[in-house]
């Protein structure tokens, strides 16, 4: 299939678009590269030795964005385009609505008007908020705590009205848990600007020597160790889960929990990743961090058994290729 690929040069983009050509699909990507670089596409080309066709484009300009629809018939398309940190959302509420939900509209439109009626599109388990674990695709959802996870919640909604509309368009919705890892190339990965948010990228990064110590937010949660526990996911198995997504399309709108389904604590993570690596990582216990929740896993059978989809890497590769990556990267 010929695919469509919005922020294809960002983290989850680039693997995926790894991922696709390695399946024999062809793509386009459009990014306005407000969060990545070009040079994530000339790895791509060296993974896979193809060309990617790139247009700098933001999503958000309709007019921009038609003519990319117009020089190519596309089959597909997966939207990845989007502002993500959620602390940022908070201070940029207006920035991160217009962004995220514009994109999504206009992305939709143009899709339809021109056939386009594969359409898969990232969400996140943020939108389950402070459910009971583990979390499912049948439960309703609860607010999220911050503007980033309604823009998800709210573009959710869009695309199964617009599915609902229109017999033909077939929806994937995917629920990524928490994304980490890198090619095992060491060439493309996740390289955030200023000081990371999340936790693997500020692990690898005390590593590395960069920063002075982690500070893990709180003990005193109700997990096994007080620390926060989440479902760490490879993200070049997160990519296999969109060509499966691409390739199990059916009328309507779907949605897909893409995690593991295993949750794992703050300190386990550290502790797994001192040992892959052998490298120490100091931390040290603080506050809570306002926002957040104590557990975060998925409920991971329906994307087996509807997609035919699993997980495959464990913690021990993640931590090996997110420190491979780190150790190349020049930034
Ligand atoms: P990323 O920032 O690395 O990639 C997003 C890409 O979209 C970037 O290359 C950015 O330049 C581009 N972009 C943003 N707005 C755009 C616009 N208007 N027009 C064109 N390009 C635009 O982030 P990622 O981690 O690869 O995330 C990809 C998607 O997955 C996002 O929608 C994100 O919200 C979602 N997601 C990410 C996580 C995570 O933890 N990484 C978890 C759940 C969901
Ligand atoms: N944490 C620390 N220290 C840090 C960073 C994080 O202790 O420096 C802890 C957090 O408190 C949490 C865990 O590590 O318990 C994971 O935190 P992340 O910031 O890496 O990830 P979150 O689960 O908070 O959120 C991420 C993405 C969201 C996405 C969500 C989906 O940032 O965009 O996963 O589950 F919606």
Same mark, same amino acid.
């Given at each position: 299939m010929h695919i469509l690929v919005t922020g294809g040069a960002g983290y989850i983009g680039s693997h995926t678009v790894v991922s696709l050509i390695e399946e024999g699909h062809s793509v386009v990507v459009v990014d306005n590269l407000s969060n990545s670089q070009l040079s994530a596409l000339d790895s791509v080309k060296k993974i896979t030795g193809k060309d990617i066709p790139f247009y700098h484009v933001d999503v958000t300009v309709?007019?921009?964005?038609?003519?990319?629809?117009q020089a190519? $018939?596309?089959?597909? +398309?997966?939207?990845? &385009?989007?502002?993500?940190? @959620?602390?940022?959302? =908070?201070?940029?509420?207006? *920035?991160?609505?217009?962004?995220?939900?514009? $994109?999504?509209?206009? +992305?939709?439109?143009? &899709?339809?008007?021109?056939? @386009?009626?594969?359409? =898969?599109?990232?969400?996140? *388990?943020?939108?389950?908020?402070?459910?009971?674990?583990?979390?499912?695709?049948?439960?309703?959802?609860?607010?999220?705590?911050?503007?980033?996870?309604?823009?998800?919640?709210?573009?959710e909604r869009i695309l199964s009205d617009a599915a609902k509309a229109?017999?033909?368009?077939?929806?994937?919705?995917?629920?990524?848990?928490?994304?980490?890892?890198?090619?095992?190339?060491?060439?493309?990965?996740?390289?955030?600007?200023?000081?990371?948010?999340?936790?693997?990228?500020?692990?690898?990064?005390?590593?590395?020597?960069?920063?002075k110590q982690l500070r893990v937010f709180g003990n005193d949660y109700d997990t096994v160790d007080g620390t926060g526990v989440r479902d760490y996911i490879h993200v070049v198995d997160l990519a296999e889960g969109h060509v499966a997504a691409l390739n199990h399309l059916t009328e309507g709108a779907h949605i897909f929990n893409l995690g593991t389904g295993k949750g794992t604590s703050v300190l386990e993570l550290v502790e797994a990743f001192e040992k892959a690596n052998e490298i120490e990582v100091p931390y040290e216990i603080v506050d809570?961090?306002?926002?957040?929740?104590?557990?975060?896993?998925?409920?991971?059978?329906?994307?087996?058994?509807?997609?035919?989809?699993?997980?495959?890497?464990?913690?021990?590769?993640?931590?090996?290729?997110?420190?491979?990556?780190?150790?190349?990267?020049?930034?």
């Open positions: 309709e007019s921009e964005l038609e003519k990319v629809f190519h $018939s596309f089959d597909g +398309l997966i939207h990845f &385009a989007g502002l993500k940190a @959620v602390g940022e959302s =908070v201070e940029k509420p207006l *920035a991160y609505y217009y962004n995220n939900l514009v $994109s999504t509209m206009v +992305l939709a439109k143009l &899709a339809q008007a021109y056939g @386009v009626n594969r359409f =898969v599109f990232s969400s996140s *388990a943020t939108v389950y908020g402070d459910n009971q674990v583990p979390f499912h695709e049948g439960l309703d959802l609860l607010p999220t705590t911050n503007p980033y996870g309604e823009t998800k919640a709210m573009s229109n017999p033909n368009f077939a929806v994937s919705i995917l629920r990524y848990f928490n994304p980490v890892g890198a090619h095992e190339s060491g060439l493309i990965g996740e390289s955030p600007n200023g000081i990371p948010n999340n936790l693997m990228p500020f692990v690898t990064q005390v590593a590395k020597g960069k920063l809570r961090r306002p926002g957040d929740i104590a557990s975060c896993y998925a409920e991971a059978s329906k994307a087996k058994k509807e997609l035919g989809w699993t997980a495959k890497k464990g913690i021990v590769e993640m931590c090996r290729d997110s420190w491979k990556f780190e150790k190349n990267f020049q930034g």
